[in-house]
């Protein structure tokens, strides 16, 4: 099964008692699609009152133009929509990082205090692909690869994925890595390992229709032309 997404366009419309008053659940996560594009000049005329100082500081640090505006798409509207979702102003929702599921230290991923809503983002040329449930979830969003990188970074697939890529004529194969590739990357997101984990370790299928790690939901997502993205849900225990 192939998951839509709403638009976040303009930040005006976070108003509009939609998000505001949306259910997310494990089952039914919310997702939103940002073009960076349409939304970078309400983006930054909202950032100083919208991001924290340390999102600030992150986002002056960006030499170029375009990581700049993806970040600061990325990050203003995630700060909105998570207000929408908890009911107070973005920029009072406060975000702080989950012990590394290494060495436990506070520098995992982002989490809100109480882990009621999850979230997870991820951004590339042009779009932001924004995720929230109340299970921990991993979403991604890619480009798809160009054909010379398949290759060089074969290391990254499992063994099996290796293979049906293998199968596959050339001309499809970067449509199956970006598939494959945003699957894995949502997972491990998702899990909160990211890629200090072996990628190759996980199965999650290259083929049209996703493998189900043990525990996890993990659907594909409709986005434009170009791209693949794919997300991570964690299943709810049974009761």
């Known amino acids: 099964m192939t998951l839509t997404t709403g638009r976040l366009l303009v930040p005006e419309r976070l108003s509009d008692p939609g998000p505001a008053r949306a259910t997310v659940t494990a089952a039914a996560p919310g997702l939103w699609l940002v073009d960076t594009t349409a939304y970078r000049a309400h983006a930054h005329r909202h950032a100083p009152g919208t991001l924290d100082a340390q999102e ?24 909105r929509l998570l207000g929408a979702y908890l009911g107070m102003p973005p920029r009072r929702v406060t975000v702080e990082r989950a012990p590394c599921a290494h060495c436990r230290e506070p520098h995992g991923r982002p989490v809100l205090p109480g882990g009621a809503l999850h979230f997870s983002l991820s951004h590339c040329t042009g779009i932001s692909l924004l995720a929230f449930a109340t299970a921990p979830v991993g979403v ?8 010379a990188a398949i290759a060089e970074t074969a290391e990254v697939l499992h063994p099996t994925e290796a293979a049906e890529l293998a ?22 997101k998702g899990l909160g390992v990211g890629l200090s984990d072996d990628p190759s370790t996980d199965y999650v299928g290259a083929g049209p229709d996703p493998a189900q790690p043990p525990g996890w939901s993990l659907r594909d997502v409709l986005v434009p032309e170009g791209h693949w ?5 964690r299943d709810a225990p049974p009761t």
Do not use: G, I, N, Q
Request: aromatic share 8%; proline share 5%; with cysteine.
């Open 167 to 188: 199968l596959l004529p050339a001309t499809e194969r970067p449509l199956a890595f970006t598939r494959v590739w945003t699957r894995k990357e949502a997972y491990l």
């Open 56 to 79: 600030l500081a992150r986002a002056a640090e960006f030499v170029r133009a375009a990581d700049r505006d993806s970040y600061v798409c990325a990050h203003v509207a995630l700060r």
């Open 140 to 147: 991604d969003v890619e480009e798809l690869v160009a054909p």
């Open 229 to 233: 993205a794919a997300l991570a849900v």
